[in-house]
C-alpha cells in the first residue's frame, strides 16, 4: 500500500495516479465539441468554439484539483453541495416567479450557472452517501428508500417545472441506477416501474402544451412537417444524407444551411454526422462507449462504497445524457431538450460534468482509502 | 469484513449489469444510425438537396420582330430599374428619400415599395422604379455609396419601332392575366409579359422562348447562399413577317387623319405587305403603364383606334362588290358579256324605284360598260337575273363571308347573305328589291378590308385560291414549323368571265369614262387596274332625293359614305392586289382610289416586279 489508513498522501504521490487516459478520452470527446462549434459558426472561432475551450481549460483545472481532494472530505460534503444545489433551483424557481416564463440559469455576471446541470452531479454525491453509510441488511428495509426518494424527486419536481423535462428524466434515472447500485432489491423497481406507468396519466396533465405535443409529434412526426415535427425530420434529413462518409468538414448543407435547428446545442450531434457520416457518429459513440467502460473499471477496482457509487453513478449519468441526446435527434425519443455531454455547447453543462469526473477521478485516486460506514469518525 | 466483500460483490454485479445495459442500450443507436445513414441514405439524400436547392427561373429575351426586309418591328430594350434591399439599409426612409434627390420618385412609387418591403422578407430585392433612362441610371450608380441597400438591375422591355403605324400588326404584350396562365413556368416569373394583340399574341409561344433556370442553394428561410448552376434557356425565335415597314408607313402616311384601311397582298403568294390602319395607337403603353387619360382617349374615339379595320372592321363593300355579281352571272351563263341595259338613271321593282348614282342614267351599257361606269342600274338588271344565291356562291369562293385565316387574332368573318340565311336570322323570305340592293354591294352584305383585297388578288390571279398571311416562315396551325410553299388550289371561276371583270377593272383605272380614271398612274412604267365603291351607311328618303341628295360634305361625318377601292397592279403582269377603306371619306373614286394609286405605285416601285418579290435589302430604296 502506498499510503496508511490515516496518512494524506502527498500531491506528488497522488499525480501518477490519475486517470491520464481517462483525462485523454474527456479531451478528445471535447475537442469534437469544437470542431463542430467551430463548424457551427461556418468556420468561426466564435462566437461557441473559443468559449467552449477556455470552459475546458477551466473545467479540466478543476477536474484534476478535485480528484486530487481526499475523496473522505468529498463525502463529509455531499450533503452541503447537495443542499446547495436544492437552493440554487429553487432560487431559479422563485425567479422564474416572479420574473417571467420559463427561466433555468442563474445569471453571476461573467458567466451563468444552471443548477439543473449541477444537481446531477449533487445528486449522485448525495444519493452515493446515503447508501455508503447503510449495511446490506438495512437497504432491505423499505422506510430506508424514503430519503433517497425524496432527494430524487424535489429536484426532479424543480426541473420538470422549469419546465425541463430532459433533465428531469435523467435525475429519476440516475436516481433510480444509483438506488440499483446501491443494492434496492429488484422487486421494488418493479413495483416502482409499475407505480410509473399508473402515474404517467397523471403527468400527463402536468406536461405543457408544446411539451405534450413533442410527445405526440415524436409518435408520429411526418403528420406535422412543418410544425414541430419540423425538427426531427430536418434532423433525420440531415443524418440520412450524411450517409457513410459525411459530407466533409463544414460541408454539412442542412446545418450550415440553418435547416438544423440549434445546432449548437442540442443537435449538434446531427451536424457531425451529416459532416462527417456514420464513421464519425460510431467514432463519438465509441469515445462515450470508453468513458462508461473506464468508469466502471475504476468503479469495480474501488476498496469503498461511496467511491464505487461516485464512479457508476457520474459515469452511467454521462453516459445516460449522451443517450438521450443522441436517441433524440436521430427520432427514436421524443425531442426532450438534451444536450451532447461535453459536445454541446453550454458552460454549466461542460464545468459539472468536468468536476463530476474529478470524482470519479478521486475515487480511483483514493481507492484503497477504507471509509468507515458512519461518517463520524471522519473527523481526525 | 465479510458484510463489505458481499456489498462489493453485489455492486460488480449490478455495476456490470448496468454498464452491459446501457452498452446494449447504445448499440440500438448504432442500429438507427445505420439504417438512417447507409439504409434510408439515398432517400435522405434526396430531401436534402431538395432542401437546398431552390430552381429560379430566367427569362429568355423575347424573340424579335422584324419586316420581310429584317428592319426591326419589335425589339427588346435594356430596361434599367432601381431595386431596394430593406435590410441593408438603416432607414428606409430616409434612402427613399435620398434616392428621390437623385432621380424622380413619386408618391405612388414610394407607396408601393413600402408596401412591398413590409411585405416581403426583407433580404428579397423590391423594384422602387422601372424604367431608368441611362442618365438617371448612371446617376443612381454614381451615388450608390450614399444609398445603402439600392442597387440597379437591368432587364428588358418590348420596345415597338414602328409605334403608331403598325400597332394592330405588331400588337403588344402585357402582363399575364388569369386567362393566360398554362403550363409554362415563365408565367410565373413577376413581370413577365405575354402576347396580349397581333402577331405578339399570335406567335406568342414560339416568341417566349424556354425558360432558363438558375439552381440557386438557399438556406431554410429562402435567401439564397451562392448560384449552383445555370441554363440559360432558349431565347424566344425571331419572327419575321411579309410586311414591308416602310411601304406600311406610306400607307399610313398616306391616309393621314383618315380612319381607313389599306391592305396590299401578293396575288400570287399571298403575302401581306401592307396591313395599315388608321387612327392607330402606341403598344408600349400596354406594357409599360396605360395612363388612365390615354386608355379613355383611346376607347371614346369613334375612329376606334384600338380596332385593326383591315380585318376586324367590317363595310358594305359597295360597287366593288359588282366584280362578284358580273362573274357569278357570267361563269353561270346566265348573261353574257354583251347582254345590254339601258340605264334612265333609276328602275322601278314593284312599289319601289331603285336610282342609279347618276342622275340622269348611263344609257345603254354593255358588261364592260356597267363595270367601268359602276352602273348601278346595270347591275340591278344582272343581279336580278342571276339571283343572290349564285352571286353569293361567287362571293364565298373569292373570299367573301368567312374569316381567311391570316395568322392574326381578332378576324372578323364579314357576312355574306342569301335566302337561306335571311330565312334562318330574319324569319322573313328574302325579298326581291333585297337582290337588287345586294347587286350593288349594299344591304346586309359585310366584307373587311383584307377579304375585298384577297377577292381583287383572286380576281387579278385568274381565281387562285390565295390566302393572306403574315408571317414568313411560319404557318402550320402550332406556329412551330415551317410553312409549306404556298399552293392554293383554284377556286372555281372560268377563265373567260374573269377575263371581262379584269378588262372592266382595266378600264376603270385607264379609261376616260372610267370612275377612277382621275386616280390612274401617269408615271411611266407603272400600271394599276382596280373598281372604286361607296358605300351607303344612311338611308336617303324619297324626300332627299327629290330635292337632291345631300352632298357628303355637308352631312355629319359618322354619316357620310364609306369610300372603297379595290386594285392590283401592274396590269401585264399582276403582282399586287390592294384595298383601300376610308370610313365615312366619302366618294370611293375621289378619296379612296387616290390612297390606292398611291400606295400600289410606291408598292411597284419599291418591289419590281420583273423577278420575285424582294425579300432582303431592296435596291436604292433605303440608304
Known amino acids: ?380 | 469484513m465479510y458484510r463489505d466483500y458481499v456489498q462489493f460483490r453485489a455492486f460488480s454485479r449490478r455495476a456490470v449489469l448496468l454498464g452491459g445495459a446501457q452498452l446494449a442500450l447504445a448499440s440500438t443507436l448504432i442500429g438507427r444510425l445505420y439504417y438512417l445513414q447507409v439504409i434510408e441514405a439515398d432517400r435522405y439524400k434526396k430531401l436534402s438537396e431538395e432542401n437546398r436547392i431552390s430552381l429560379r427561373l430566367v427569362p429568355p429575351p423575347r424573340g424579335v420582330i422584324v419586316d420581310r426586309f429584317s428592319k426591326p418591328l419589335a425589339v427588346n430594350k435594356q430596361n434599367y430599374r432601381v431595386v431596394m434591399v430593406a435590410e441593408q439599409t438603416a432607414d428606409l426612409e430616409q434612402t427613399l428619400d435620398a434616392l428621390s434627390q437623385i432621380i424622380q420618385l413619386n408618391d405612388y412609387d414610394r407607396r408601393r415599395t413600402l408596401k412591398e418591403v413590409s411585405r416581403r422578407r426583407p433580404f428579397l430585392p423590391v423594384i422602387v422604379r422601372e424604367n431608368l433612362t441611362w442618365e438617371e441610371m448612371a446617376r443612381v450608380e454614381v451615388n450608390t455609396p450614399d444609398l445603402p441597400g439600392v442597387t440597379i438591375e437591368s432587364g428588358q422591355s418590348r420596345e415597338y419601332v414602328m409605334g403608331e403605324t403598325a400597332a394592330h400588326v405588331v400588337g403588344y404584350v402585357g402582363a399575364v392575366s388569369e386567362s393566360d396562365l398554362g403550363n409554362d413556368p415563365l408565367l410565373e416569373i413577376p413581370g413577365f409579359r405575354v402576347g396580349k394583340n397581333g402577331i405578339e399574341k399570335a406567335y406568342d409561344l414560339v416568341l417566349r422562348g424556354k425558360a432558363g433556370t438558375s439552381e440557386v442553394e438557399v438556406n431554410s428561410i429562402g435567401r439564397v447562399i451562392r448560384e449552383l448552376n445555370r441554363d440559360e434557356g432558349k431565347p424566344g425565335t425571331e419572327i419575321v413577317l411579309t410586311l414591308d415597314r416602310d411601304l406600311q408607313q406610306f400607307a399610313v402616311d398616306r391616309l393621314g387623319q383618315e380612319s381607313g384601311a389599306v391592305a396590299v397582298v401578293d396575288i400570287q403568294t399571298g403575302e401581306t405587305l401592307v396591313m395599315a390602319s388608321t387612327p392607330g395607337f402606341d403598344p408600349s403603353v400596354f406594357s409599360q403603364g396605360m395612363t388612365e387619360a390615354y386608355w379613355h382617349q383611346l376607347t371614346s374615339d369613334p375612329k376606334g383606334p384600338l380596332n385593326n379595320k383591315v380585318i376586324a372592321g367590317q363595310y358594305a363593300p359597295g360597287s366593288t362588290f359588282k366584280t362578284m355579281v358580273a362573274l357569278a352571272a357570267l361563269d353561270s351563263g346566265v348573261v353574257t358579256p354583251d347582254h345590254r341595259v339601258f340605264c334612265t338613271g333609276e328602275v322601278a321593282l314593284g312599289d319601289s324605284h331603285f336610282h342609279c348614282w347618276k342622275k340622269g342614267g348611263h344609257g345603254s351599257l354593255d358588261m364592260h360598260g356597267g363595270i367601268t361606269h359602276s352602273c348601278d342600274v346595270y347591275f340591278y338588271d344582272v343581279a336580278r337575273r342571276v339571283g343572290v344565291d349564285r352571286i353569293a356562291e361567287m362571293a364565298r369562293r373569292f373570299g367573301l363571308g368567312s374569316p381567311l385565316g391570316i395568322d392574326l387574332p381578332g378576324e372578323r368573318p364579314g357576312l355574306m347573305p342569301d335566302t337561306n340565311w335571311k330565312l334562318a336570322t330574319t324569319g322573313v323570305p328574302w325579298q326581291p328589291g333585297e337582290t337588287l340592293v345586294a347587286g350593288i354591294g349594299q344591304g346586309y352584305i359585310l366584307a373587311t378590308p383584307l377579304q375585298l383585297a384577297v377577292m381583287a388578288a383572286r380576281i387579278a390571279n385568274g381565281g387562285n385560291g390565295v390566302v393572306p398571311h403574315l408571317s414568313r416562315d411560319l404557318l402550320d396551325h402550332d406556329r412551330t414549323g415551317p410553312r409549306a410553299g404556298p399552293a392554293f388550289s383554284p377556286v372555281g371561276a372560268s377563265a373567260a368571265a374573269l377575263k371581262v371583270v379584269q378588262d372592266g377593272m382595266i378600264s376603270v383605272s385607264n379609261d376616260p369614262h372610267g370612275t377612277a380614271y382621275a386616280a390612274r398612274i401617269t408615271e411611266a412604267g407603272y400600271e394599276l387596274a382596280g373598281k372604286t365603291g361607296t358605300s351607303q351607311v344612311r338611308r336617303i328618303s324619297k324626300a332627299e332625293r327629290l330635292n337632291g341628295v345631300r352632298k357628303n360634305e355637308d352631312l355629319p361625318w359618322e354619316e357620310r359614305d364609306h369610300a372603297l377601292f379595290i386594285g392590283f397592279a401592274p396590269i401585264s403582269q399582276p403582282r399586287f392586289a390592294c384595298a383601300v377603306v376610308v370610313e365615312h371619306g366619302g366618294g370611293g373614286s375621289k378619296v379612296a382610289a387616290p390612297i390606292a394609286r398611291d400606295v400600289l405605285l410606291e408598292t411597284q416601285k419599291r418591289h419590281p416586279v420583273s423577278g420575285p418579290v424582294a425579300h432582303g435589302e431592296p435596291d436604292g430604296q433605303e440608304a
Open chain 1, 1 to 380: 500500500m502506498w499510503f496508511t489508513r490515516q496518512g494524506t498522501p502527498h500531491i506528488a504521490d497522488k499525480l501518477p495516479q490519475i486517470n491520464w487516459l481517462l483525462v485523454f478520452l474527456l479531451a478528445a470527446i471535447s475537442s469534437v465539441g469544437f470542431a463542430m462549434l467551430y463548424s457551427a459558426s461556418n468556420g468561426k472561432l466564435d462566437p461557441w468554439a473559443s468559449r467552449q475551450m477556455a470552459r475546458f481549460a477551466i473545467g479540466a483545472a478543476l477536474m484534476i484539483a478535485v480528484a486530487l481532494t481526499d475523496i473522505r472530505y468529498i463525502l463529509r460534503y455531499s450533503y452541503v453541495v447537495y443542499a446547495t444545489a436544492l437552493v440554487l433551483l429553487l432560487a431559479v424557481e422563485i425567479a422564474g416567479e416572479i420574473g417571467m416564463g420559463a427561466q433555468r440559469w442563474i445569471d453571476v455576471g461573467f458567466f451563468q450557472i444552471q443548477p439543473s446541470e449541477i444537481m446531477k452531479v449533487a445528486l449522485v454525491l448525495a444519493l452515493a452517501r446515503y447508501f455508503h453509510g447503510l449495511t446490506p441488511e438495512e437497504i432491505r428495509r423499505p422506510q430506508v428508500l424514503v430519503v433517497p426518494l425524496f432527494l430524487v424527486l424535489v429536484p426532479a419536481a424543480l426541473v420538470l417545472r422549469q419546465p425541463d423535462l430532459g433533465t428531469a428524466v435523467i435525475l429519476v434515472l440516475v436516481g433510480a441506477l444509483m438506488c440499483f447500485l446501491g443494492g434496492v432489491r429488484m422487486w421494488k423497481f418493479a413495483l416502482a416501474f409499475a407505480g410509473g406507468l399508473g402515474a404517467i396519466p397523471i403527468a400527463w396533465q402536468f406536461l405543457r402544451d408544446y411539451q405534450k405535443r413533442r410527445v405526440l409529434t415524436f409518435l408520429d412526426p411526418e403528420s406535422d412537417p412543418l410544425g414541430s415535427g419540423y425538427h426531427i425530420l430536418q434532423s433525420k434529413i440531415a443524418l440520412g444524407s450524411g450517409g457513410l462518409f459525411g459530407k466533409g468538414f463544414l460541408a454539412g448543407s442542412q446545418s450550415h444551411l440553418n435547416f438544423l435547428p440549434e445546432k449548437q446545442t442540442d443537435f449538434i450531434f446531427t451536424m457531425l454526422a451529416e459532416e462527417f457520416g456514420m464513421v464519425g457518429g460510431l467514432f463519438v459513440l465509441g469515445l462515450y462507449a470508453l468513458v462508461l467502460i473506464y468508469g466502471l473499471s475504476i468503479a469495480l477496482r474501488c476498496r469503498h462504497q461511496f467511491g464505487r457509487l461516485l464512479a457508476m453513478g457520474i459515469t452511467s449519468s454521462f453516459f445516460m445524457s449522451m443517450f438521450i441526446n443522441v436517441a433524440m435527434v436521430m427520432g427514436v425519443i421524443p425531442v426532450v431538450g438534451a444536450p451532447l455531454p461535453l459536445v454541446s455547447y453550454g458552460g454549466s453543462a461542460m464545468m459539472t460534468i468536468l468536476i463530476g469526473f474529478g470524482l470519479v477521478m478521486s475515487a480511483h485516486v483514493h481507492r484503497d482509502i477504507r471509509i468507515p460506514r458512519r461518517s463520524t469518525i471522519l473527523d481526525t
